[in-house]
């Protein structure tokens, strides 16, 4: 339901949580971040993305859901790429993604990116 929905608005959707919970676990009370993980994956692999990538636990929350092979979709899929790269300390834009501190939080739900040369491996997650 949610990939047609995705499909006919061009390939991006705004959807609560409420609605994904409604479909996904209509039997729970509330969403555990481990489900929420189950969820994410289970719409990737219906060719969906969700940004946030970490779904919130709270109904009250919205995330866009947007097709992985979509001109977007491939866009957010090169923005995971320079996070996943730049918490490892080898940033392919050279510094440039500081300029966009909302790159970490999207795609990991954690801190701001460090700058380059800072990056701490022992508490490292990716």
């Known amino acids: 339901m949610i990939a047609n929905a ?3 608005d061009a390939g991006i959707k705004r959807v609560s949580m409420r609605f994904i919970k409604k479909y996904a676990a209509p ?3 509330r969403l555990s971040s481990e489900l929420c993980v189950e969820i994410s ?3 990737y692999e219906h060719g969906l993305v969700t940004v946030p990538r970490t779904l919130p636990t709270t109904e009250n929350g919205w995330v866009y859901v947007i097709g992985k092979d979509s001109p977007l979709g491939q866009a957010v899929g090169i923005a995971a ?3 996943n790269f730049t ?3 080898a940033s392919p834009l050279g510094g ?3 300029n966009f ?3 970490q939080d999207l795609f990991f739900g954690g801190p701001p990116l460090k700058p380059l040369g800072s990056v701490d491996s ?3 997650s990716v």
Do not use: S
């Open 122 to 124: 022992a508490n490292l």
């Open 6 to 8: 995705v499909e006919v």
């Open 27 to 29: 039997e729970r009370d």
């Open 81 to 83: 790429t320079v996070a």
């Open 41 to 43: 994956n289970a719409l």
């Open 87 to 89: 918490a490892l300390g």
């Open 96 to 98: 440039l993604e500081h």
């Open 101 to 103: 501190p909302g790159l």
